[in-house]
């Protein structure tokens, strides 16, 4: 299985994005799956999570600004991101949890600033 991520570019303080990841197939046994955001000269950090149960997580970065979503049919992951800040400025990575492995995306590019 692979994953491609889209959706990244330039916007303002305080726009909105919507960032996509489609699965080349179907994940058997799928545990999770993620979003993480690497900025430059920083660590990769997390930034959302769905379980196949819809359940969602976020760190406190986020929450409230960002969303996660799926659409199970079209194998496509979603993050809806709001209300953007400069320090949101990083490559956005999806990720598929497995009961045998995880599987990334190659990343997309979001940058925030005026």
């Known amino acids: 299985v692979q994953l491609q991520a889209s959706g990244g570019g330039l916007v303002q303080p305080g726009g909105s994005l919507r960032l996509s990841c489609a699965a080349s197939?179907?994940?058997?046994?799928?545990?999770?799956m993620n979003w993480y955001r690497q900025a430059p000269e920083k660590e990769r950090e997390w930034v959302a999570t769905?379980?196949?149960?819809?359940?969602?997580k976020y760190p406190d970065s986020v929450k409230g600004r960002f969303t996660i979503s799926r659409d199970i049919a079209k194998h496509i992951l979603y993050l809806q991101m709001n209300s953007l800040k400069p320090e949101d400025t990083a490559v956005y990575y999806c990720?598929?949890?497995?009961?045998?492995?995880?599987?990334w995306g190659q990343g997309t590019l979001v940058t925030v600033s005026s």
């Open positions: 990720k598929a949890t497995s009961a045998w492995s995880d599987v």
């Open positions: 769905i379980y196949p149960n819809g359940f969602t």
């Open positions: 197939a179907r994940i058997v046994g799928l545990r999770a």
